[in-house]
């Protein structure tokens, strides 16, 4: 099925870039403890450490979704027989697909595109027709206004919608996850 086709490869790509933030968190450190270790240290590389780390992870987040390896506790579906299973299953892919639209409905009122548009991108205009200061306020040290780093959320939010919807598809269609097998002589 296309749909899921499409989350297989959105969450390729998200993977992709998760990795090529991890090797920039990586490199950004790196350099920080260069600097820093010969007294020139360079205060913006903190901050860029820490908004690449935090894209990897809501990046990375939503792929685990797509492959259903989010951290979790297999104890009680693992006892399950098939058609329990299937329920339990169904009960986890529409809560993730409930938290999905609480993200996406959080983020449109968060960047109120529709405003922006409507105020013709005058930033000054939709602060002062919002009180929302979101596409105003810089960073600390890279001079920045914050939103290009929040960015990721909406990314985030429909990625993980595009995930779930897919995992909810192939549960409706009998495709629950085999049980975890376990090695009972430990």
């Known amino acids: ?11 390729r790509v998200e993977m992709v870039a ?9 490199l950004l450190i790196l350099f920080n403890v260069a600097t820093r270790a010969m007294r020139q240290a360079v205060f913006w590389v903190d901050e860029a450490a820490i ?14 979704i797509e492959r259903r390896e989010a951290i979790s ?13 299937r329920f339990f299953w169904l009960f ?3 809560v ?11 983020c449109w009122i968060w960047f109120d595109p529709l405003t922006l548009i409507a105020v013709d991108f005058d930033l000054r205009a939709f602060r002062r027709e919002t009180f929302n200061f979101i ?15 929040w960015l990721v959320m909406p990314v985030f939010a429909l990625g993980l919608t595009l995930h779930a919807v897919s995992n909810l598809v192939k549960t409706l269609a009998g495709r629950v996850p085999a049980p975890v097998a376990r090695d009972d002589a430990s």
């Open 1 to 11: 099925m296309i749909l899921h086709r499409l989350s297989a490869g959105w969450a």
């Open 18 to 26: 998760a990795a090529i933030l991890a090797a920039t968190v990586s």
């Open 51 to 64: 908004y690449a780390m935090v894209a990897m992870t809501f990046l990375a987040a939503s792929a685990s």
């Open 73 to 85: 506790i297999t104890l009680i579906v693992d006892m399950l027989g098939p058609r329990a299973s």
């Open 92 to 94: 986890v892919d529409l």
């Open 96 to 106: 993730t697909l409930g938290a999905a639209a609480l993200v996406v409905w959080t």
């Open 135 to 149: 596409y105003a306020e810089p960073t600390s040290t890279l001079g920045m206004p914050k939103f290009w780093f």
